[in-house]
């Protein structure tokens, strides 16, 4: 059964940082697309972050160079950091997996990210 737990929401003063961290079990994230998407209230959920089993990246426009996800294959999980954090970045985090063969997408139950101005 794969899980996905998140962590490391709150609320921080806009120029702040947070790091994501999301646990994964019954996957393996080094071999799996993993990502990082979010949603705003009253918003569709979008992708903010996606790295590949190669190592290779891929950042939404707005989040290039303020945001970095990476991997620790030791504890089988998948970060976010995020620096000069914006109000518009306030939203729920959810953590994401792809698997190939089969296909199947998972999801984690989200972390609140509140950003004040």
Do not use: H
């Not at 989040?63 to 954090?85: H, P």
């Amino acid at each position: 059964q794969v899980q996905l737990v998140e962590s490391g929401g709150g609320l921080v003063q806009a120029g702040g940082s947070l790091r994501l961290s999301c646990a994964a079990s019954g996957i393996t994230v080094g071999f799996t697309t993993m990502g990082w998407y979010r949603q705003a209230p009253g918003k569709q959920r979008e992708m903010v972050a996606t790295i590949r089993s190669d190592g290779s990246t891929i950042y939404a426009d707005s989040e290039k160079g303020r945001f970095t996800i990476s991997r620790d294959s030791a504890k089988n999980t998948v970060y976010l950091q995020m620096n000069s954090l914006k109000p518009d970045d306030t939203a729920v985090y959810y953590c994401n997996a792809v698997k190939s063969l089969p296909p199947q997408t998972y999801w984690g139950q989200g972390t609140q990210v509140t950003v004040s101005s």
